[in-house]
């Protein structure tokens, strides 16, 4: 079992930058490939990055390649989402999802845990 708690989401104006923690409970969470996904008011939920175990492998949905990094942290069970040049339609919950002994993958359906969720609005 995993528990996975998203922190970082805040009211940041366009062009700002956010980083969006993931903090991960139990000891094996380097075996758990890791995405960060978003949903907003009247859409479906959107893939956004993902990172393998072992940082060596990842993925950017087309809308974020550039501006988004993501990154993590083994040792501090964290994964992070670092957001730059923001835009409003970037606005959107951001969840943090972990997929045991995976690869990278794009499709919400393979992760098996989810967090709550951290709001990002970009205002104009």
């Known amino acids: 079992q995993v528990q996975l708690v998203e922190s970082g989401g805040e009211l940041v104006q366009a062009g700002d930058s956010l980083r969006l923690s993931c903090l991960a409970s139990g000891r094996t969470f380097s075996t758990y490939a890791m995405g960060w996904f978003r949903q907003a008011p009247g859409k479906e939920r959107e893939f956004v990055a993902a990172i393998s175990w072992s940082g060596g492998s990842t993925a950017f949905a087309d809308s974020v390649k550039g501006r988004f990094t993501i990154s993590r942290d083994n040792a501090k069970n964290t994964v992070y989402l670092q957001m730059s040049s923001l835009k409003p339609e970037d606005t959107a919950v951001y969840y943090c999802?972990?997929?045991?002994?995976?690869?990278?993958?794009?499709?919400?359906?393979?992760?098996?845990?989810w967090g709550q969720g951290t709001q990002v609005t970009v205002s104009s």
């Open positions: 999802a972990a997929r045991f002994k995976g690869a990278v993958v794009v499709v919400s359906s393979e992760y098996d845990y």
